[in-house]
């Protein structure tokens, strides 16, 4: 079996709970066809740089696979069908990162920054 990082944009007019399931959906494909997901990260409700097909938004999420060629062309095939779909790329790696994504590692350390800052602090 092959390693693929797998990044998916849903439109912005599901909800993130149908994203999620969007999510389930193909890690049920997956596994039925003898593969194994190592990595689901929900990146949320994010702008899209341009339009694709009347949506502004989208929601975007990375999947980590270990999986045959077979089942991920599967995945595509089904995601190719799905109206939900705004765009996909599949690509094929040498090995998993299994650690945050950078996405993800921003949103966390902005966070701390945040939750660090008192108002008023360092003012004189």
Same mark, same amino acid.
């Given at each position: 079996?092959?390693?693929? /990082? ?19 959906? #193909? ?11 190592? +990595? #689901? ?10 339009? #694709?097909?009347?949506?502004? +938004? ?14 991920? +062309? /599967? ?50």
């Amino acid at each position: 079996m092959a390693y693929y /990082e797998h990044v998916l944009i849903a439109r912005q007019d599901i909800s993130p709970q149908q994203a999620e399931a969007l999510n389930e959906e #193909i890690k049920t494909l997956i596994e039925g066809q003898g593969g194994h997901i190592a +990595k #689901i990260e929900y990146w949320g409700l994010r702008n899209l740089t341009y339009r #694709i097909k009347k949506n502004r +938004k989208g929601h975007y999420s990375l999947l980590a696979l270990d999986a045959p060629a077979p089942a991920v +062309k /599967e995945m595509e095939r089904q995601l190719s069908l799905n109206e939900d779909v705004l765009r996909y790329l599949t690509v094929r790696v040498d090995e998993l990162d299994l650690e945050l994504s950078p996405v993800l590692a921003r949103r966390d350390r902005d966070r701390e920054r945040r939750e660090d800052f008192t108002p008023g602090e360092g003012r004189q």
